[in-house]
């Protein structure tokens, strides 16, 4: 860390102080390799630095830049340092609003990265502009190594989740994709559902807070559940093959150890064979030796031939004796070399026994495959039984619900109760708003009596300023794009709250659907409510015999009125807290909206007070410059006079001198 740290301050002219202070800290605290700059505001230059020293020269697993408030640019030679790096496994970029640079920087990394596992995008705005989500997507599509990806509060709709269908068609290593608090839709939740039948390596989707029916969501969380069942089946059947692999390999050293040692025993053998030769022909040596020995004797001693015929004889016996004993070894190699061969083959044979039985019990492993699918077949159909059963549970629940709309009158006087009780809080809260407003006008005018003792303020200062030229004219132009900088990022901050109070609005008028969708139930219901009066009337003959099931209808009604009394509270109270989080949303974008028009007036003061002594300048330095032409004109005409009368003088004295006596007396000398 501390040589990442010299590095950082050797390539940046400026360095930040915050992040030396961190990188110092990492330093001095032990622990796993890891870049942790989150909350920190880093600079262009910074992230150009650390997009040069990611790639080699650090080797960090993960790396933190969370909340902070990272620029377009700065992310894109952040990341462009990220594409070719080895180390880091995890990537953090939440809070830092991406947007097209950021998502086109994002989907380069995905195609070219081969080492990022997790990555986290939480908090920022890729799905506002579907040019750059689409070339998002089409990096994740091409990326086969990233394992979790984090996409909370993008701001995705349904057209974004169909570009993260396609890329989960072609994705093959992604295991959990986390779109929480989106705007993904009913058609949207359809395309990523569609995308589930051909991927089968996610594990883990999270849709909540994105309007998704729930039928939609339990038919994502079955497709879940079926590729994490297929995860388990596949890893047992990966340990099984390897477990029968490391059996054979296992077999077959064996079979290596006892073939090197039957090699072992036939080459100790041969060695003692080679031994036995070496001593018998040493033996057969010193036999000749003794022969030559005695046909010296012979041609010596003619006189003692008897003794040597005899000597003779038992040597020839000796010699026979011993070639016996030489074609018996021979014999007994030969038929060692035989045992030894045919115990090579029944080896040979016992293995390929062993092979066969291996084949066997894989064939055998490979049928309970078929049956624990042919098992999985049989749990699906019995699950469509199951969902078929449900089918007819909810045809007799719409049958019992039919039958006790009789008792709706109170529940629908009730509601009307609460319709009253919903009408005067929305009247207290328009009473609420109009005193904030006044609150409003009232700090307005202050900050409109601010601003005129700031113009004043600001008409000393041209004053003063009008002496020195150049250094105003220096200080306007930083001012003015120090303005134009902020003009733009307040610009851009009303553009995200208009785009968020767009998406409130939108959840409003979800909300009124729905209140006048239960409005119309309500009138259904009293319809039905006429229609079931009349077949009472048509029907009080058959009263007493359904009296007791009444009552016990009656018990059930109180229960469910009792619940549905629980629900409608619950929708009155998010109502009011939606209704509450609006109008602050309305009152903060009204303040923000009068603060833009105060900051382009001030603008449009500051730009015009600043032409106006620019012309004045100009206008003086051209009066000046005038001035000075008419000054070396006068200067010209000053030296032409003089020239001349110079001239003339000249001319005059000369002829003076000429026509005198001393011209004539000089002229003769």
């Known amino acids: 860390m501390e040589e990442f740290r010299r590095a950082y301050e050797r390539l940046c002219a400026a360095p930040q102080d915050a992040v030396l202070r961190r990188l110092r800290e990492r330093g001095e605290a032990p622990g796993r390799a890891r870049l942790d700059l989150t909350e920190q505001s880093l600079s262009l230059e910074t992230c150009g630095a650390l997009g040069r020293l990611l790639p080699g020269a650090a080797h960090f697993a993960e790396v933190a830049l969370g909340d902070c408030g990272l620029s377009e ?51 920022n705005s890729l799905g506002v502009w579907e040019e750059g989500f689409s070339f998002f997507c089409q990096g994740l599509g091409a990326n086969n190594f990233l394992q979790k990806l984090d996409l909370r509060n993008n701001q995705i709709n349904h057209h974004g989740a169909g570009e993260l269908a396609v890329a989960l068609k072609r994705n093959a290593s992604l295991q959990e994709l986390d779109l929480r608090w989106n705007n993904i839709g009913l058609l949207g939740g359809r395309a990523l559902l569609n995308c589930l039948q051909s991927n089968k390596t996610l594990k883990k989707l999270e849709l909540a807070g994105n309007n998704v029916p729930s039928d939609i969501l339990k038919a994502v969380e079955q497709a879940m559940d079926h590729n994490q069942d297929r995860q388990t089946i596949l890893s047992e059947t990966q340990h099984r093959t390897c477990v029968l692999s490391k059996e054979i390999l296992s077999l077959k050293d064996e079979k290596t150890k006892q073939f090197l040692d039957l090699m072992d ?344 007070n600043h032409r106006e002594a620019l012309l004045d300048k100009e206008g003086e330095i051209s009066m000046l410059m005038e001035k000075l032409r008419m000054k070396e004109a006068d200067i010209s005409r000053m030296k032409e006079e003089e020239a001349q009368r110079a001239s003339i003088l000249q001319n005059a004295i000369m002829a003076y001198v000429q026509g005198s006596s001393l011209g004539t007396h000089s002229l003769r000398k």
């Open 265 to 608: 025993t036939i080459d100790k053998q041969r060695e003692e064979i080679a031994r036995s030769g070496r001593i018998s022909a040493g033996r057969v040596s010193q036999l000749q030796e003794a022969l030559n020995e005695q046909h010296s004797i012979m041609n010596s001693l003619k006189a003692k031939l008897q003794m040597t015929e005899a000597a003779l004889a038992l040597s020839e016996q000796k010699v026979h004796n011993l070639g016996e004993l030489l074609s018996a070894t021979k014999q007994e190699q030969a038929s060692m070399a035989e045992r030894h061969f045919a115990e090579l083959q029944q080896q040979k044979q016992e293995g390929a026994e062993r092979e066969g039985k291996l084949f066997r019990d894989l064939s055998a492993s490979n049928e309970k495959n078929l049956l624990l699918r042919n098992q999985v077949d049989e749990l699906e159909k019995k699950c469509k039984v199951q969902q078929d059963q449900l089918f007819q549970l909810k045809q007799d629940l719409t049958n019992t619900t039919a039958e006790l709309k009789l008792r709706a009158v109170q529940a629908e006087e009730r509601l009307e109760m609460e319709k009253r009780r919903f009408k005067q809080s929305l009247e207290d809260m328009e009473s609420l708003r109009l005193k904030e407003v006044d609150h409003l006008t009232q700090h307005m005018e202050a900050s409109e009596r601010s601003m005129q003792d700031r113009v004043q303020r600001l008409e000393a200062i041209r004053i003063a300023l009008e002496e020195e030229l150049s250094q105003v004219k220096a200080a306007a132009l930083t001012e003015r794009g120090h303005a134009e900088e902020e003009l733009i990022k307040v610009r851009n901050q009303a553009r995200l709250d208009e785009q968020r109070v767009e998406h409130l609005e939108e959840k409003l008028r979800l909300m009124t659907e729905a209140r006048d969708e239960a409005q119309n139930c309500c009138l259904k219901q009293k319809q039905m409510v006429g229609e079931a009066q009349v077949k009472a009337n048509q029907l009080s003959l058959h009263a007493d015999g359904l009296r007791r099931r009444i009552e016990e209808l009656q018990q059930d009604l109180n229960s469910k009125e009792q619940e549905k009394v629980t629900e409608v509270n619950k929708v009155k109270v998010e109502l009011q807290e939606q209704i509450g989080h609006l109008q602050a949303e309305r009152t903060a974008q009204e303040g923000l909206r009068e603060k833009i028009a105060a900051l382009e007036r001030q603008l449009k003061v500051l730009s015009s």
């Open 73 to 123: 640019d700065g992310v894109k030679l952040l990341l462009h340092g990220l594409c070719s790096n080895t180390t880091v496994k995890s990537l953090d970029l939440k809070g830092n609003n991406l947007r097209t640079t950021g998502a086109e920087a994002l989907g380069k990394l995905l195609r070219q990265n081969k080492s990022i596992r997790s990555l986290i995008l939480e908090w």
